[in-house]
């Protein structure tokens, strides 16, 4: 294979390692700065922060737009329910039960991917992407096991749950619908959607802004370009070219990912049992994508003809 056909081939699983890193580190900073705003003040700044930041990019990218109705409604829908609903219900779930026991919950969305995937989008039902799955979400257990603070209600698993399927249907959609067009335009115009919906919030931002310290603002301001704004672009471009329930299951490394971030940037020295748990997650995705990146990398050159000659 080519030097270029081989970056090409292993440039959308680059970006899938970024997003993940990208997504974990904003738990590490929400954590740090959830007591200065509200859940939907932070949401709805954050929104904010993308939105401009992508629609400055716009101006010098140029995207391709969405030429139907029916194209920007798609869009609009996998937006706001993906932006905007999935991040309200999961800060309601937090309500009710500890972000360990939420996570964990919630993690069912890369199963529901996968099997949704691979029945309606064709993908197949490959034994060893939900061996590595199982292996993953046995992580997670343990990593709640060794984190968790035991509150748990009815009421904070089942909206856990209605996140983790808002979460899969999101991504579900994005694939099944978004991803022929520009990933750009598709991220932004979400993003937009979302930010409108988490308008009620204004006055919660309003009060909470001027009481923040700049530290948290300029926190907030980072979830909005980087894990919002930059990572949805990468996941966007990564959706194009790997099958949804497997790039599902590399968001099984988040939980890892958390528990080091945490031992970087807080000097939260994790327990022995998380760093097991952090250990099967990463053991359980590598299992599940290592086949597909090798895959890509042996994928044969295509053969081209050659050109006719111009003297006979």
């Known amino acids: 294979m080519h030097l270029g056909s081989r970056k090409a081939a292993v440039l959308p699983w680059v970006a899938a390692l970024a997003v993940m890193v990208l997504w974990a580190s904003s738990f590490v900073v929400i954590r740090g700065v959830g007591v200065h705003f509200s859940a939907g003040s932070m949401a709805l700044l954050r929104l904010v922060v993308a939105s401009v930041a992508l629609a400055i990019g716009a101006v010098i990218y140029r995207p391709r737009w969405p030429r139907t109705a029916a194209a920007w409604g798609w869009i609009l829908l996998w937006g706001v329910s993906w932006f905007g609903v999935y991040t309200v219900v999961l800060n309601l779930a937090e309500h009710h039960i500890d972000a360990g026991t939420t996570a964990m919950l919630v993690n069912v969305a890369p199963l529901l991917v996968a099997l949704a995937s691979g029945v309606l989008l064709g993908e197949g039902l490959p034994a060893r992407l939900f061996v590595g799955i199982g292996v993953s979400m046995t992580g997670i257990v343990v990593i709640t096991l060794a984190t968790t603070t035991g509150q748990l209600t009815m009421a904070g698993v089942v909206l856990s749950l209605i996140a983790a399927v808002l979460y899969a249907g999101s991504v579900l959609l994005q694939k099944w619908r978004l991803t022929g ?19 009620p919030f204004s006055g919660d931002l309003a009060d909470d802004l001027p009481a923040a310290p700049p530290g948290s603002v300029l926190a907030v301001v980072y979830l909005g370009l980087f894990p919002t704004a930059l990572a949805f672009n990468f996941w966007g471009y990564a959706l194009k070219n790997i099958p949804a329930g497997v790039l599902s299951s590399s968001s099984l490394v988040v939980p890892a990912l958390v528990v080091l971030l945490s031992w970087i940037a807080l000097a939260e020295v994790p327990p022995l049992l998380a760093v097991v748990g952090g250990a099967l997650c990463l053991t359980g995705a590598g299992f599940s994508i290592v086949p597909h990146i090798r895959a890509a990398l042996r994928r044969p050159e295509p053969v081209l003809e050659p050109e006719p000659s111009l003297t006979r």
């Open 181 to 199: 067009g520009d990933s750009y335009a598709v991220t932004l115009i979400g993003i937009v959607g979302a930010m409108v919906a988490c308008t």
